[in-house]
């Protein structure tokens, strides 16, 4: 990694709207699908799903922090789940589907909480942020089929009917710290 990459985790409900969002915006060098902060030895998708092994669906960015910040990084995050929905998000439901910043140095983990912070005081959310924040640990990367799911299934359903609308309303949002699209 450069001097100018950092590292941070999020789970915000199902990985594919999360990483559909953040694989858009400028500085955002990869944004993987996959599980942390289980106490299992091994994270799999049929594992994960089942609630058993604690692990949250999650996406590991690597960014460049001279072209976005961790702190809007974590702003957009707020935008993309309903931080206030302990253990789910719609109809994803159970641990694996928490909300959670899994912080990688002691800069991301106290803009963390500062924003936290913010957003219960704004009232963004009808009842207050239950967001873990939490140290780094291992990253499973998610299997290929969920990488860059978004994209490669646009038909999908599940992605006709929570994905689309939310990376819609992310890119309206955020039109100005979106990456080009390609012709």
């Known amino acids: 990694m450069s001097s100018h990459e950092e590292k941070i985790t999020l789970a915000g409900g199902c990985f594919w ?41 999650v996406v590991q960015l690597t960014f460049d922090n001279s072209a976005i910040t961790s702190r809007e990084i974590l702003e957009v995050f707020f935008t993309l789940h309903d931080a206030s929905q302990l253990n789910r998000q719609g109809n994803d439901i159970g641990t694996q ?4 910043i899994f912080y990688h140095n002691k800069d991301q983990q106290q803009t ?25 640990s291992v990253f499973f990367s998610g299997e290929d089929l969920h990488q860059d799911y978004f994209n490669n299934n ?10 689309s609308p939310k990376l819609a309303k992310f890119r309206k949002t955020f039109v100005g710290k979106l990456k080009p699209t390609e012709t």
């Open 17 to 57: 709207c999360i990483e559909g969002a953040y694989n858009q915006l400028i500085g955002i060098k990869s944004a993987i699908s996959g599980y942390m902060g289980g106490s299992a030895a091994l994270a799999t998708y049929e594992d994960v799903c089942l609630g058993q092994t604690g692990h949250a669906e």
């Open 97 to 100: 589907y928490r909300s959670g």
């Open 112 to 136: 963390a909480k500062d924003i936290i912070k913010e957003v219960d005081a704004s009232n963004m959310y009808s009842s207050a942020v239950v967001t873990e924040v939490t140290k780094a």
């Open 154 to 163: 646009p038909g999908n359903p599940y992605c006709q009917t929570v994905v």
